[in-house]
């Protein structure tokens, strides 16, 4: 389960800006999250779709800006992207912990999937990882704690395997949606739908089962 608290927002943002240990401390406290443990099985589904595909909009539009690769232009925004969908859907994926109501906890627990899911196929796209490069190059990430930022990002681009053909990209992601629990028909159709999407498909006419995939994420 990929669950973020809302206390990393503010941590993020700090990061963003390289601001010292102190600093932080002395940063006035953000409003908390208004979060709500009533939703029902309908509301979970449809809110994790909304925020993920408001999410998915938000990338894009950083992609496709014409504006130069740097840390301010593409580590921070993305950052900023992940933490706002971890806090928009903190109860949908938290609820599979704790809701009494086993329909509630099933749709959570297709949440976690769904955000789970888009994180992988986030990480997986060349375009991000281009930009995550460029920006790298650019020089422009400021301090140890940006450096780290955009270097963490870059890691998991790499460990989805962004810089692959398409084939060898299929294979990486499998192996980690395995070491996630995902069944092999799941992660095979999210897989399939992010290279479809891409317009770039290179996909095995039998499904592979998870014996055959690319188990090196390092």
Known sequence: MLLRLPVLCSIAAAVSLGLSSTA???APRPAPLK???SLTPAQIDASC????????????A???ARSRRTFKTVAEPLENIISDLGDNLAAQTFLFNVAPDKAVRDA???CNTAVSGYQAELFARPDLYAALDAAAKSHTAVGT?????????LVNA????AGLPPEQRTRRLAGMLARKGYPAGLAFRVIREALEAEGDLAFPEDELSFDEVDSDTE
């Open 24 to 26: 932080i401390a002395a």
């Open 35 to 37: 979060i709500d443990f």
């Open 49 to 60: 779709k909304s925020e993920i595909d408001a999410a998915g909009k938000r990338v894009d």
């Open 62 to 64: 950083m992609l496709h």
């Open 108 to 110: 959570s627990e297709r």
């Open 145 to 153: 704690a940006q450096k780290k930022l955009l270097d963490i990002h």
């Open 158 to 161: 790499r460990r989805s395997g």
